[in-house]
């Protein structure tokens, strides 16, 4: 398996501009999470997904950040308008669930808004 | 919400065993306790995890005083490429709110 895919790997933004990233989870994994990296703030969870549906978007910093999953092969995070304070690495990570379930991080979309 | 407390960082030279510690005194029941690892520009990859006593695989083992409230991750003999961010991880995947990870413990592995 190809594991967590996200994309892109680095985007770099001006302030205002619309920044989507995508994540592809792993085949057969019911759960997908979203987190946030940053030096000030360590691993945020922003929000998860159990079989499409979203569970829990507390996480959510402000109404300027929206996920989607259509479909059990993908996902997105949007942020519009982005702003230099939402530059940060930004992980998708899937699990097959249950009460032992592993999380399977990608390697991340590092976001940079100028 | 499981609350967990490590150290910051750690250094340890090659060839040691290094055990680092996490506190969650507010461990629920139905918790698990899961350990990650983190290299710089990657993603958390998970090493080990338990509900009690003690779990070994090949690269740790884990350590789980009957009251749970604590879990003691061990590494032993470690080598230069274990130098990582060390996470521990206390929640019930059924309730994936709950996987919320801490700040996290700097092992720095010297030679």
């Known amino acids: 398996d190809a594991g967590v895919i996200q994309s892109p790997r680095h985007e770099v933004t001006e302030m205002g501009q619309e920044v989507t990233l995508r994540c592809k989870p792993i085949?057969?994994?019911?759960?997908l999470f979203w987190y946030r990296q940053t030096m000030m703030r360590g691993l945020e969870l922003l929000i998860y997904f159990n079989n499409n549906v979203p569970i829990d978007d507390s996480g959510m910093p402000e109404d300027r950040f929206s996920a989607k999953m259509p479909n059990a092969s993908f996902s997105t995070l949007k942020i519009q308008p982005s702003e230099p304070r939402d530059s940060a690495v930004y992980f998708c990570a899937s699990s097959p669930g249950g009460a032992t379930g592993e999380l399977f991080f990608g390697e991340g979309s590092r976001l940079t808004v100028l | 919400l499981a609350k967990t407390t490590q150290p910051i960082s750690m250094d340890s030279y090659e060839g040691q065993e290094v055990n680092i510690t996490c506190s969650h005194n507010?461990?629920?029941?139905?918790?698990?306790i899961t350990w990650y690892q983190q290299f710089p520009s990657q993603g958390p990859r998970f090493i080990i995890q338990g509900y009690k006593t003690k779990v070994t695989n090949e690269v740790a083992s884990l350590f789980i005083p009957a009251d749970r409230k604590s879990s003691t991750l061990s590494l032993p003999r470690v080598s230069l490429s274990d130098t990582a961010v060390y996470y521990c991880l206390v929640g019930d995947m059924e309730y994936g709110n709950k996987l919320v990870f801490g700040a996290g413990t700097i092992l720095r592995v010297k030679s």
């Open positions: 085949s057969g994994h019911d759960y």
């Open positions: 507010n461990i629920a029941t139905n918790d698990y």
